[in-house]
């Protein structure tokens, strides 16, 4: 079974809105921190928001303000709700689970032990 399972990417017009999704049922232990990556194209991964299990939330300076990351437990679900979207905020969008709190390491790629498959975000400008 695929740990973690991303959906609702797509093509937008720039102002325009997303709301990603990333299901956590694949996971067996309850992890500590829950993620939204990205990657545009000759770029590296870069972090775009983290929720820990106490309910701590950071974003990326590039998307406060405008990105919202909640979970539906009920659901097993990561979500992410992208408001006025920027051609910049094309990516592939990947959601990660870790095992250990992340505190300031939650924008390290390393940091994580479970990833999606990743869901395509674009922007049109």
């Known amino acids: 079974q695929v740990p973690l399972v991303e959906s609702g990417g797509g093509s937008v017009q720039a102002g325009g809105s997303l709301r990603l999704s990333c299901l956590t049922s694949?996971?067996?232990?309850?992890?500590?921190?829950l993620a939204w990556f990205r990657q545009a194209p000759g770029k590296e991964r870069e972090g775009v928001a983290v929720?820990?299990?106490?309910?701590?939330?950071l974003y990326a300076d590039s998307v406060n303000g405008r990105f919202n990351i909640s979970t539906n437990n009920a659901k097993n679900t990561l979500l992410l709700q992208m408001n006025a979207l920027r051609p910049e905020d094309t990516a592939m969008y990947y959601c990660?689970?870790?095992?250990?709190?992340?505190?300031?390491?939650?924008?390290?790629?390393?940091?994580?032990?479970?990833w999606g498959q990743g869901t395509q975000v674009t922007v049109s400008s």
């Open positions: 694949g996971i067996t232990f309850s992890p500590y921190c």
């Open positions: 990660a689970a870790s095992l250990y709190r992340c505190d300031n390491y939650w924008p390290r790629v390393s940091q994580y032990h479970y």
């Open positions: 929720i820990e299990r106490d309910g701590t939330i």
